[in-house]
């Protein structure tokens, strides 16, 4: 079961749903089947009025969140400056759910919005590989809340790959280094390459 979200992202999430059931018509149900309206409403949110904007990326940041927490599972990270709120996955993925609708909104990247996905620093190179090898796409798939979505329950996927793998790789050494000879013993304390799961995670990074 997940846990309940923070006082402050529901209530700020539950505040677009009642600012998107105004303009449509339609309740979003936090789930990817109503996440297309929201991308909708996103692109009818003017610009040039920065308070009004500043609110609909707030509230808008904490209901993809949600949506992506209900699915994934993981946990927020919360400060003062609602834009810098962040949202860890289970497999150490992390991103700043405002800065996707930012991108969302303008369908563009900003030098100053940090709309990219981390992930800790043994994970990087597997997660690289991964959004590497996805398919192209339109420009507005790309900057929409449904495709970043689906980008992130695919990279979500290979990195639950890849730990298991770890896991299982690491199980192995120890079996083969409780069965070991005395004829092993000088291989085994010849220092081999260790695993990664020896290594210490690093915070997360960008």
């Known amino acids: 079961m997940v846990d309940p979200a923070p006082a402050q992202v529901r209530e700020y999430a539950d505040q677009v749903v009642a600012y998107v059931r105004r303009a449509l018509g339609v309740t979003l149900e936090y789930d990817s089947d109503t996440l297309p309206v929201l991308d909708h409403y996103l692109r009818s949110v003017p610009a040039e009025e920065p308070a009004a904007l500043a609110l609909v990326v707030a509230t808008s940041a904490a ?26 996955l289970p497999t150490g993925l992390h991103f700043s759910p405002a800065g996707f609708v930012t991108a969302a909104i303008s369908r563009a990247d900003h030098a100053d919005v940090d709309a990219e996905i981390g992930a800790p620093a043994r994970m990087m190179p597997h997660l690289q590989q991964a959004l590497a090898r996805m398919g192209d796409v339109t420009e507005e798939e790309y900057y929409s809340l449904c495709g970043r979505l689906d980008t992130l329950e695919h990279v979500h996927e290979v990195l639950v790959s890849v730990a298991a793998r770890m896991l299982g790789d690491a199980a192995d050494d120890d079996d083969g280094a409780d069965g070991a000879g005395p004829d092993d013993d000088d291989a085994a304390d010849g220092g081999g390459a260790p695993s990664e799961l020896d290594d210490e995670l690093t915070g997360p990074v960008n």
């Open 63 to 88: 209901y993809f969140g949600e949506v992506i927490r209900l699915r994934l599972g993981g946990r927020w990270e919360l400060g003062d400056d609602e834009a810098a709120w962040r949202l860890v």
